[in-house]
């Protein structure tokens, strides 16, 4: 009889236990770690070296009344949303094209692709001048005879974080394209023939049928643009440094600014305490529906 | 086989189709008439399921033409060719409810609100799926997900039905009752259907014409009382029925009437129905009887044609039991009701007409 | 002894500079191992500190000196120079005497300030003034009277890149020209933030409001490509350090008769002594300490500083070397030098969170016309009260 | 027999009436066709705009530069800056251009590459089938992780490294890489291998397949996409790497993009851009053959026919 | 049931299982002897395939105990437990060509090359499908499929065989075949057989005894004849035989003999087996009678109970043909063979033993 009592529960899949120590070590130790130190210091005033010399929320307080953090906020939101949007909506359309039996796939993909490939210390550069009202589009299409044209998006406040995302979606998008396509090829043909003969036509098919089967797909690529936006530091600094003025200043700049050129690690680890709390806030709990609970996501 | 069907209402001609060097089917012809329902019965891997698949416009055939309902339609779209089609495979929407499994296509169609929530009942009372329709394909055992897979046809309304298969992971019970279900919604409705089965009882029951395919070719298409009793060929003699034909090889030897013989036993075939003269000749041939024609003990006295036997093995199945004995040498079953008590090397006495028997010649295997 | 030297010195010009380190080096038997890493010192520095505080220090590297590497010191993880400073009598030779200061802390010496870097410059392009048919200016005031001039020509009369450190370069410069020199120590070095929301400092920001509008066409992000404005004529000057004069070169233009320079903006001719500096990690190794100490005396050595500094642009931190051969420009910058006309820079005087929230303040108000004189000085002098 | 003749007969009557026959005409100019490859092109076009501006810029000389317009091609060609970008740029004093870390690059990436994906491969893997208690807890933290800056890592993560002795090497490096890529590779891996139908993975465990038996032979064999995406990601990612490269390793140990960052960041000086357009170009080739290699392993519906329901 | 066994090979101890809050097995029992062959039928959606799974280890069972020869396995991985399984599925890897799919078990055990090139032939042979040993899953057909499934498990050397539905896809000619092929494996092998059907000549032929399940009880577990004739309740008695057991309600009146009565008709029970003495008391139950059990017309007259009726239907099935009729004011079905010629209306004489019939009671359903 002691025999039917469950084993341990610690050996029950122990491989499986063994093979995610380094995810768990990671997870605790840098990731868990490496926040709540950075939690701790956000509280000292630390300028070029942690230095536990606490001084409240103090850095915080500055962090709010800094105009170019608000302006930061703004921006990432207006930016999160438009790169969110397009690159899923851009990328799936691509991935969903290439999907067509087409000839030259693999070059069509690549294509799309390679803008992934190159750092953008230097297409940012390409962009800057691509947009320049002097002597990029505009400049050629004025040339060609419309002069009223008008397109420069990096260079008018208003609307300069519109500009960026031109740029960051011809670097993104075919990465999003490829987890799309990877998506798609899982899909069994019999769904395709159930759906043709129900006489679904294709997008609707896509729509209501293929996306909706693709959902892991489109969580691991929401949480990678997600990533993404939060982080978007180098697409900023190379084509704009967040100029106009500070037109596009994005928060992680802000905390790479505060930290490395202002050596004020406090403001710095204020501010990423402050990213760090909304990813939080809005990944937690949704992460817990998605992930948690049921026995398959 | 039957004469040209005048308006058909799918019409397969000179079909064929290859996977890369496999050739699947070979210039394939069958016309299937208005409100007819044709079972396609053939040995796994015989393309079966491939031909519904050309006929719903699924695969790209690589010779010959499709008509539906007068159309050529050989190059149509499969949503443009009216049909409806449960898939071997279910091919559900893992992600959709039942319920959406079964109003996707009609939502799409623009089928007003309560015209589609009157179908999905009614598919759901004739399936018995009503308490499963919020769950998700995933949640449903075999069965469950493949009555899901005929309940998205059944809500389609159009002219011409693909089956492939769709009642084979169902217990008897409901098996039967959705055969009764298929059938009178095939009168009502009165569309075409094409079914592929493995299952002789429901090809049996609900066939108006019967296409017993091998290797990608008809063998036979007939009404399913002239396919049993008057195979065409020792392929489809022992494809149907079951228990299977017995067949004995001996000697078709002429006269009037022509003898069959085999290892000392003879067997006039003076009530036999040859397939025209040629089959009288003297050739070596395979005389073919089913087991339940054969009967056993008094009854067999009565017959036409009786021999001496022994009991060999005694199978019981249920509602009857097989009887395994030999005959000119060669084993021979037949059946007799389940409380019928015989043992092995019971000496019995067995009879049979041989009107009822089938003849084919040994070489070519056809009918004689 | 190898000893790894990390420094951020990487274009053209300036690698060739730093051979001039590693060949005098290397000329006494040590050997110099090039660290460079490019980019500005946000990229480069945390690449050190990380280095330095990770244990794995470097043998020297270059900061700006002032007040960077000020809490490194106070970590005790670097080396104290002081003895090799007395011994080759820095406090006589380094020029002007603010250089070594920046290196004292508590009264040890920390770092060898190698060169003097100024911003005090107005680049003209005289080619854009003869188009425009006004007289090149001799300073600021005559600059500002002549930008209706240079519009009408279609031509932007002043040019300041995108990046936020020249917006703030440019009003700190004004600052010092505009304001004077006293202004400027009361505001930075004092930090007086009544002083700062005051009268005076109300006419630099006037002055900066001028540059603002002067600059409100320039469609270019860095700075090289603004120079390059002026350099082709299509801008009429440009506030820039002494290193915009390396461009200048390049482009084939002579001083005096493609370009004009204005030293303090022709108003004030002073001279700020920003530069760069070597830090010292303190090693375990008792070799690489010893060559440390080479290398110490090598940076400061007369002819590596002649060296050095013509190559770079930059002037030397040795009042007794001889610099013949210096352009036009370097030449007047000398002069000023040598007159003593010298004010510390802010590298020296704020603290790099101080400097960073100024420059979010300029880059701002040189983007947005609609931004109030007073509620940008009000701004500013916030950030003062602050600063530290 | 005769009724087959004649109804063969009936056939050929009717197939005599014209009709299409035979397998559906692909016609080279349809609509869909036109409208497929042409918003193809179209997008490819925007695609290769900006690549366009680099190699032409990539051909040109300074003054050209200086001077010219973006768009027109160079008037003299000079492949100088090419030569200049891979042999003869200086970082520092080493003026051996981007050819000098390319060997270091390669010896990052490569153990880098693979150990990152095997590592987040298998977590994927362990939190899709062998879902254990807590699992999801590291799993949301890893998440989380994913957001992130870098930047704010680098100090905790000196301080780790140097606590454990590996600051400073190659080992080092390799591990923080896995650390950065795990979160959204993690990710990628678990949520492909949980859209596999479940039974082929009990099937395997029928068969007496352990942990890693059913991974290498079953579930790795059955996501080549997906693992191409991981390898897009992860290599780009890592070649590219500047900050890490360059924090967490030695001067004789330095990527190539130290040098590629050395061509186009320095603040002071002259600016080279055709220089630096050819030096990005020639940095991106390595990720680019990439893609096109393992472009091929994007095998169509792999999962398709393996299961019924 | 059958007493507790000595020694079983897999024995189930009050398993229950829920998937949520569905609650899918409920304390379920389950004893099977060293190299039986046990069936498990029941109506789709029962639990058949969750029951297999949890055997093999693949369900984590929410209560009770697993023990296979012997040992608790509750909480072994399944390739500790000595397992072969066949899904309803098939579960093929798709990457994998059929000969990489049947030795994958066994390369992954490091059986020897020769002896996997050995037992695969063998398999091959068995299921018909060496010509497909190198093709993949995607290019077979369903029945195809479904083989290499069986062959997966055939190949494999265990001590128990779980099998979820392996003929469903198979015509009937291969499906007899594969069922003596697995009869004589499992003679030759006599390792215990753990078999999920529908097809109830398959649960007859191979049984040693069948579990008969709903809703995720067994319902009875007993020997194929026992269960076929003396079903426990109606349930069991309806869903075993095809046709279907014939229903009819009334009430059955105690005295000696005690009579069963219904609209019309009443039928003394006098050689009727009572399940112990309870049953006798007067109360509404149900009669049934299997249609194989109503003689018709002169063999009708031998009967213990006749009757007069009337023929409403006649459904021609093959072998035989169906005929429906009243008695007692209630549909009645019976079989006669398929050469017999009855129309709409004519009238009969039909009559049986009450011996073989099986009463319940009518509030409880349970045998009396
Ligand atoms: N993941 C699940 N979540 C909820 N319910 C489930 C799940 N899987 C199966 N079920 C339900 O459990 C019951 C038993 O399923 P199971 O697959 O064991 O049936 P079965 O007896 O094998 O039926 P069939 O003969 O149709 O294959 C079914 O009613 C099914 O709907
Ligand atoms: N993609 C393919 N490539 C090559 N051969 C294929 C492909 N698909 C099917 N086949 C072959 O074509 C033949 C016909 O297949 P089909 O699916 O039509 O058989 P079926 O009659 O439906 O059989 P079953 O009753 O087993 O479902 C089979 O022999 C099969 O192996
Ligand atoms: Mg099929
Ligand atoms: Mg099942």
């Known amino acids: 009889m002691s025999k039917s009592e469950r084993p341990n529960q610690l050996f029950r899949n122990l491989n499986a236990k063994v093979a995610s120590i380094p995810m768990i070590l990671t997870a605790l130790v840098v990731f868990v770690g490496g926040t709540a130190w950075t939690v701790l210091y956000s509280f000292t005033n630390s300028k070029l070296l942690p230095r536990l010399n606490f001084v409240g929320i103090d850095q915080y307080y500055r962090l709010w009344a800094t105009p170019r953090w608000l302006v930061s906020i703004e921006n990432l939101l207006i930016y999160g949303v438009i790169s969110l949007v397009f690159s899923l909506v851009v990328g799936f359309i691509l991935a969903a094209l290439l999907d067509q039996k087409i000839r030259f796939e693999d070059t069509f993909r690549t294509i799309f692709l390679y803008p992934f490939a190159l750092s953008f210390i230097v297409t940012g550069l390409v962009w800057q001048w691509l947009l320049n009202p002097d002597f990029g589009i505009q400049r050629v299409v004025r040339d060609l005879g419309w002069t009223s044209f008008s397109f420069d998006p990096l260079y008018n406040s208003s609307i300069v974080i519109y500009g960026i995302s031109i740029a960051a979606l011809w670097q993104g998008t075919g990465l999003i394209m490829c987890l799309m396509l990877a998506g798609l090829r899982g899909i069994d043909e019999d769904i395709w023939k159930a759906a043709r003969v129900d006489g679904i036509p294709m997008w609707k098919t896509y729509l209501f049928i293929v996306i909706p089967m693709m959902r892991p797909v489109f969580i691991t690529t929401l949480v990678i643009i997600a990533a993404g936006i939060v982080k978007v530091y180098d697409l900023v600094v190379a084509q704009t440094s967040g100029g106009p003025g500070i037109a596009s200043e994005v928060p992680a700049k802000y905390v790479y600014d505060y930290m490395f050129f202002a050596q004020n690690l406090g403001q710095g680890f204020a501010a990423s305490t402050m990213m760090l709390l909304s990813v939080v806030i809005v990944i937690v709990p949704w992460a817990y529906l998605e992930f948690g609970g049921k026995k398959r996501g | 086989m039957a004469a040209a069907i005048a308006s058909p209402s799918v019409s397969i001609q000179d079909l064929s189709l290859n996977f890369g060097a496999v050739s699947v089917l070979q210039t394939l012809n069958l016309d299937v008439a208005e409100g007819e329902f044709v079972v396609l019965l053939g040995p796994s891997g015989c393309g079966k399921s491939t031909l519904l698949n050309c006929i719903a416009g699924l695969l790209d055939i690589s010779e010959g033409r499709i008509f539906i309902k007068g159309k050529n339609v050989t190059w149509e779209e499969p949503k443009d060719r009216g049909i409806g089609m449960v898939f071997q495979s279910y091919a559900l929407y893992p992600q959709m409810t039942v319920e959406k499994n079964l109003s996707f296509g009609l939502r799409v169609a623009g089928v007003p609100k309560d015209e589609i929530a009157k179908r999905i009942a009614r598919a759901a009372e004739i399936l018995q799926i009503g308490p499963l329709l919020q769950r998700k394909p995933s949640a449903l055992s075999g069965g469950q997900r493949q009555r899901v897979a005929i309940g998205r046809a059944l809500v389609r309304d159009v002219d011409v039905f693909l089956f492939d298969e769709p009642l084979s992971n169902l217990d008897a019970k409901l098996r039967s009752e959705l055969r009764v279900e298929i059938k009178l919604l095939h009168r009502k409705l009165e569309n075409t259907m094409i079914y592929v089965t493995h299952d002789q009882i429901e090809a049996m029951t609900l066939a108006d014409r019967i296409a017993v395919m091998r290797g990608g070719v008809i063998q036979q298409l007939d009404a399913p009382q002239t396919i049993y009793n008057r195979p065409v060929n020792r392929f489809v003699a022992g494809f149907l029925g079951s228990p299977a034909m017995n067949f004995i090889k001996g000697q078709l030897e002429a006269g009037d009437p022509p003898v069959f013989k085999a290892d000392g036993v003879s067997v006039p075939l003076g009530r036999y129905q040859f397939d025209g003269e040629g089959g009288r000749a003297a050739k070596p041939c395979v005389f073919g009887i089913r087991p339940e024609h054969i009967a056993f003990g008094e009854a067999a006295k009565a017959m036409p044609f009786t021999a001496e036997s022994t009991v060999e093995i005694v199978d019981p199945m249920g509602s009857d039991t097989l009887v395994w004995t030999k005959l000119g040498g060669q084993i021979l079953s037949f059946r007799v009701e389940a409380d019928k008590t015989l043992r092995n090397g019971d000496a019995i006495r067995i009879g049979f007409d041989p009107a009822r028997a089938s003849l084919f010649d040994a070489e070519t295997d056809s009918r004689l | ?388 | 027999m005769a009724d087959v003749s004649l109804a063969a007969e009936a056939a050929a009557v009717r197939s005599a009436a014209s009709g299409p026959s035979g397998p559906r005409p692909r016609h080279v100019l349809s609509r869909r066709n036109i409208f497929l490859y042409g918003t193809l092109i179209v997008v490819a076009l925007y695609y290769l705009l900006p690549l366009y501006v680099m190699i032409v810029t990539s051909l040109k000389g300074m003054p050209e530069i200086r001077l010219g317009n973006i768009f027109s091609p160079p008037v003299e060609i000079t492949f100088e800056p090419w030569v200049k970008a891979w042999s003869q740029a200086c970082t520092g004093l080493n003026c051996d251009g981007l050819s000098r870390g390319f060997w270091n690059s390669v010896r990052i990436t490569v153990p880098s590459v693979l150990l990152s994906i095997a590592i987040a491969s298998v977590n994927g893997y362990a939190l899709a089938n062998w879902r254990f208690k807590g699992a999801d807890t590291f799993f949301v933290i890893l998440i989380v992780g994913a957001f992130i800056p870098y930047q704010v890592m680098i100090y905790p993560i000196v301080i780790i490294l140097r606590e454990i002795g590996i600051y400073g090497t190659l080992t080092g490096l390799v591990i923080v890489h896995s650390i950065f890529g795990m979160p959204i590779l993690t990710l990628l891996f678990r949520n492909y291998f949980s859209s596999m139908p479940e039974e082929l993975f009990r099937a395997a465990r029928v068969d007496g397949a352990g942990f890693w038996g059913i991974y290498l032979r079953i579930m790795l064999p059955m996501s080549l996409p997906i693992f191409v995406v991981a390898i897009i990601l992860q290599v780009t990612g890592i070649w590219n790497d500047f900050l890490f490269g360059v924090v967490y390793t030695r001067p004789d140990t330095y990527p190539m993009t130290v040098q590629l960052n050395n061509i186009v960041n320095s603040v002071q000086g002259v600016k080279e851009y055709n220089v630096n357009m050819a030096a990005t170009i020639l940095t991106g080739l390595v990720p680019l053959i990439v893609y096109f290699v393992s472009g091929k392993l994007f095998v169509r519906g792999i999962a398709a026919g393996a299961v019924k329901g």
Not at chain 3, 194 to 218: H, L, Y
Not at chain 3, 333 to 346: M, N
Not at chain 3, 352 to 379: G, I, P, V
Request: proline share 4%; charged share 25%; aromatic share 8%.
């Open chain 3, 1 to 388: 002894t190898d000893l790894e030297v990390t420094h951020w010195w990487t274009s053209g010009g300036e690698a060739a500079a730093v051979a001039e380190f590693a060949k005098a080096f290397d000329a006494t038997g040590n050997h110099w191992v090039d660290g460079a890493i490019a980019g500005s010192g946000g990229t480069a520095r945390p690449i050190m500190i990380s280095r330095i505080t990770g244990g794995d220090p470097m043998g020297a590297t270059q900061f700006n000196h002032g007040r960077q590497a000020e809490e490194l010191v106070q970590a005790g993880l670097m080396r104290d120079l002081t003895d090799i400073a007395t011994k080759g009598k820095w406090t006589e030779v380094v020029r002007p005497k603010s250089l070594l200061d920046s290196c004292t802390i508590d009264g040890k010496i920390y770092c060898v300030p190698v060169n003097i870097h100024s911003w005090q410059w107005l680049w003209l392009s005289n080619e854009a003034f003869q188009k425009a048919g006004v007289p090149v200016p001799k300073n600021w005031d005559e600059f500002v009277a002549a930008a209706p001039a240079l519009e009408k020509a279609g031509i932007i009369p002043l040019a300041v890149g995108g990046q936020p450190w020249q917006a703030s370069g440019a009003f700190d410069v004004l600052l010092a020209a505009v304001g004077g020199s006293d202004a400027f120590l009361k505001v930075y070095k004092e930090k007086d933030a009544k002083f700062a929301g005051g009268p005076e400092i109300a006419k630099v920001f006037k002055a900066a409001d001028d540059a603002r509008k002067m600059a409100k066409n320039t469609n270019v992000q860095d700075w090289n490509q603004a120079t390059n404005l002026v350099i082709t004529g299509k801008a009429g000057g440009q506030i820039m350090g002494d290193w915009a004069q390396g461009e200048f070169q390049v482009a084939g233009k002579t001083a005096g008769k493609d370009y004009t320079c204005l030293p303090g903006l022709g108003l004030n001719e002073v001279i700020a002594t920003g530069g760069d500096a070597f830090y010292f990690p303190l090693l375990k190794d008792a070799d690489k300490s010893k060559a440390q100490e080479v290398l110490a005396e090598t940076l400061l050595d007369p002819k590596t500083q002649v060296a050095f500094n013509l190559k770079k642009g930059s002037l030397p931190v040795r009042g007794d070397v001889d610099l013949n051969a210096a352009n036009d420009c370097m030449k007047k910058g000398l002069a000023i030098l040598a007159k003593g006309a010298v004010i510390p820079w802010t590298d020296q005087l704020l603290s790099q969170d101080s400097q960073k929230q100024k420059e979010d303040l300029f880059s701002e108000f040189f983007a947005k016309s609609d931004m109030t004189l007073e509620e940008a000085q009000k701004r500013f002098a916030d950030i003062i009260a602050s600063a530290d």
